[in-house]
């Protein structure tokens, strides 16, 4: 007889073109079991993808609505969906050989209890088992001091995740992300040495490099290249394998308000302290490319270049009188990072997230999509 716990653990009894469907004693489970039917026009669709490769991944967040059915397929080797789930890109997905992730976030406060991660962990593999997911991305980005209960079940989490994915789906990818440096950024001072141990790989957030801003309140770069590219020199002197980094990248800026501007054109931003810092780059407004690309042409002074930082950025008169100053990444900044992936033996590249560009028909808009794609080749 089909008992609940079974259902929960192996919901579908698969052939190679097969799905039937568990019988459950209760309208929950049967709900549960209900989501495991295969929602492609194909069943193979729904197998999950095993491709492996050493050094071509290209990493892509997605956050919801239908701006992926314009992504260049062609290069995308993992999806990782922080939106809605959507059955209709699960099934395009893996029609292109592309792994699908969830997402996993939870308290670590919550985890610090093993019974407590073991039932989120369960829950979390039931989750891809229902939704035909190929692994899960972990997102977790609370401060934790070194040594604490939660620095301990934090790398525990990472390590179980990992062992209970590799088990229960064989083949499937378990990354985390970390943020831009290892150097307790933003209080989270993690054991990342032992999470790449753990898992499969490392995604590592090379933009909101702003959060902490110790000097002067002023807006700068998102990511400036050489505080970038020397962040992996820290992550690497942690002896954490190259082939288990992904450089993540921004396809967005910061619009920041100027409370002065300087005639070289340094733009005074508000205090706004976040984690031990007085200032941090929450004085400003995240804005997509796509947006972005609108506005520097109507902008006060077109597009600039900051050499120190190797980035781009804009000034712009707001509605009430105000001067705004907008740092963002481009095919010209974003091109040297990729070279340095390539050189220096990272697993790949990635971006935070895919739905930032304009991927309407008009001409400019599809050739500048185009190039930011491309820019993740390294020009």
């Avoid at 989490?157 to 062992?163: D, Q």
């Avoid at 110790?214 to 998102?222: S, Y």
Wanted: glycine share 6%.
């Amino acid at each position: 007889a089909w008992t609940p716990s079974h259902c929960s653990s192996q919901l579908v009894v698969r052939t190679m073109s097969v799905f039937l469907l568990s019988v459950c004693w209760t309208l929950a489970w049967a709900s549960l079991c209900a989501a495991a039917v295969c929602p492609c026009e194909r069943a193979e669709l729904c197998e999950h993808i095993l491709s492996w490769c050493l050094f071509c991944q290209v990493f892509v967040f997605d956050v919801g609505g239908n701006t992926w059915k314009s992504y260049n397929w062609s290069m995308v080797t993992t999806l990782a969906v922080f939106g809605k789930y959507d059955a209709d890109l699960m099934c395009y997905a893996h029609s292109k050989g592309v792994r699908v992730v969830l997402k996993g976030d939870v308290p670590l406060s919550y985890v610090v209890d093993p019974k407590n991660r073991t039932m989120w962990i369960t829950e979390k593999v039931n989750l891809a088992k229902t939704q035909f997911m190929d692994g899960i991305n972990i997102d977790i980005e609370q401060p934790v001091e070194e040594g604490s209960p939660e620095y301990h079940a934090l790398t525990a989490l990472v390590k179980e995740t990992t062992e209970a994915f590799h088990r229960e789906i064989p083949g499937s990818q378990v990354s985390f992300d970390v943020a831009w440096s290892p150097n307790c950024i933003d209080k989270r001072c993690y054991d990342y040495a032992a999470i790449a141990d753990s898992c499969d790989l490392l995604f590592v957030m090379s933009y909101d490099e702003q959060s902490q801003i110790m000097g002067d309140c002023i807006a700068i770069a998102n990511a400036p290249l050489s505080q970038t590219l020397n962040a992996y020199d820290q992550y690497l002197n942690l002896k954490i394998d190259p082939k288990k980094l992904i450089m993540g990248l921004p396809w967005y800026g910061y619009d920041y308000p100027c409370l002065s501007i300087s005639q070289e054109g340094i733009c005074t931003i508000d205090k706004v302290p976040f984690r031990g810092a007085p200032c941090s780059d929450a004085a400003g407004k995240q804005k997509t490319y796509k947006w972005i690309m609108k506005q520097v042409n109507v902008s006060l002074s077109g597009r600039l270049w900051d050499k120190n930082q190797q980035a781009p950025y804009f000034n712009y008169e707001a509605a009430n009188g105000q001067i705004h100053q907008v740092w963002y990444d481009d095919p010209q900044s974003i091109c040297p990072k990729a070279k340095y992936v390539k050189a220096a033996g990272l697993r790949g590249i990635g971006m935070w997230n895919g739905n930032c560009l304009d991927y309407s028909d008009e001409p400019v808009a599809r050739q500048q999509a185009a190039m930011m794609w491309n820019a993740l080749l390294g020009c």
